[in-house]
C-alpha cells in the first residue's frame, strides 16, 4: 500500500492481490461517510461512529448469508 498526496489530494495504491473489490469497497463507503459528515458539520468522532456502526450493520447482514 501506498499513499501519495497533491496539494488538494490524497492517492492510496493498494495491491490488488491484497485487497477484494469487498475490501476496496468497504474502504470507500468508510471514507464518502467521513466525508460526508464533515460536510454537514460532524467532529471526526461522529463520523468515525457513523462509519463504525454502518460496518456492523454490513457484516451482520451479509455474515448470515455465507
Known sequence: MRVETTP???VI???RTTFSSDDVERLLRTLRLKELSAR???T???ADQ???EVMES???VH???D
Open 63 to 65: 455474515q448470515s448469508k
Open 58 to 60: 454490513w457484516w451482520t
Open 8 to 10: 488538494t489530494e490524497y
Open 44 to 46: 471526526q468522532n461522529e
Open 50 to 52: 457513523l462509519a463504525e
Open 13 to 15: 495504491r493498494l495491491d
Open 40 to 42: 454537514l458539520g460532524g
